[in-house]
């Protein structure tokens, strides 16, 4: 058996409420080697909601942690950073009109671009409601994530995307192309199989991957952990990933492992997943 990269696209680690590094550390010992570590929304780790100052608060959060999971792992951690779509929502609800929570969150992902730029984030976060809104809420959400578009096309990063569930999302590639970013650069995040525009990030149940592994398009793998106490049942734990890995080689999928931990990532982020695994690791592989 070959060893190779196993990615997590998409997990939160909260020092302030959750496990932080040791769910990464679970991961790793489960045999994954990379994490995309997102921020959780600004409203769950710090006090202010939609400021500039909670955001950075958050943002240096998550870099701090995502370093410890570096650490960690045999390969590398990556913070990716913004803003979740639902603060509109709370931003509405606190008195704010739609297009004063749309300014308030592209501010923020101002701040998230400053990390990109900066270092050390890989990527960008937006995207809209998963759930129904008045039409000038969704306008306004829309509005964000173009800014983010075009934050990720000044930058070269990646956005990946929070939306609503479903398979056609040419809309939204065409909105990221118009704006100078490629759609391969627009990630769907939480996928529940192969999506039209963006590139899927696959929920790790085992039908979703097997539909993505058929399709034979470029895929990555998720769990979206959350990282919170509260909910310890809601989302898929920090081991999926690798345990899914071990799954799909078992039914013969090994083209499409190869798919969601090397290429995809290479293609998508311009990450080398094969390069970046120390040897120690390919060595006791
Ligand atoms: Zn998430």
Same mark, same amino acid.
């Given at each position: &058996? ?8 998409? +997990?939160?680690?909260?020092? !302030?409420? %959750? ?45 701090? /942690? ?6 960690? +792992? ?8 913004? /803003? ?20 308030? &969150?592209?501010?923020?992902?101002? /701040? ?32 964000? &994530? $173009? ?14 995307? #929070?939306?609503?569930? %479903?398979? *056609? ?9 118009? $704006?100078?970013?490629? $759609?391969?650069? !627009? /990630? ?27 399709? %034979?398009?470029?895929?990555? &793998? ?30 013969? #999928? ?15 982020? %311009?990450?080398? *997943? ?6 120690? #690791? $390919?060595?006791?592989?």
């Amino acid at each position: &058996m070959t060893e190779t990269p196993i990615l997590d696209n998409h +997990l939160h680690l909260d020092p !302030v409420n %959750g496990r932080g590094v040791a769910a990464a550390a679970e991961f790793a010992d489960a045999g994954g080697t990379h994490l995309l570590v997102l921020n959780k929304p600004s409203w769950s780790l710090v006090d202010g909601v939609g400021d500039e100052a909670a955001f950075r608060e958050t943002f240096e959060i998550t870099c701090d /942690v995502a370093a410890a999971a570096d650490d960690r +792992l045999p390969g590398r951690a990556w913070p990716v950073l913004g /803003v979740h779509p639902a603060l509109v929502s709370r931003l509405v609800d606190d008195g704010h009109t739609p297009a004063d929570a749309a300014d308030l &969150m592209q501010a923020g992902l101002d /701040v998230a671009a400053e990390f990109v730029a900066d270092g050390p984030a890989l990527a960008l976060k937006s995207g809209r409601p998963h759930y129904e809104v008045p039409d000038a809420v969704w306008d306004a959400s829309n509005r964000v &994530m $173009r800014h983010a578009f075009e934050l990720g096309a000044q930058l070269g990063c990646v956005v990946q995307l #929070h939306t609503e569930g %479903g398979e *056609t999302f040419e809309q939204i590639a065409a909105w990221a192309e118009s $704006r100078g970013l490629a $759609r391969e650069q !627009v /990630v769907k995040h939480y996928a529940g199989g192969p999506v039209e525009g963006p590139v899927p990030s696959v929920i790790s149940n085992r039908e979703g991957l097997v539909a993505a592994a058929e399709s %034979g398009d470029p895929f990555l &793998m998720e769990t979206d952990f959350i990282d919170d106490p509260e909910r310890p049942g809601a989302v898929l734990g920090p081991k999926t990933v690798p345990s899914r890995v071990r799954w799909l080689r078992e039914q013969g #999928h090994e083209e499409a492992i190869r798919t969601a931990h090397v290429e995809t990532p290479a293609r998508v982020y %311009g990450i080398d *997943t094969e390069g970046t695994l120390s040897d120690t #690791h $390919r060595r006791s592989a």
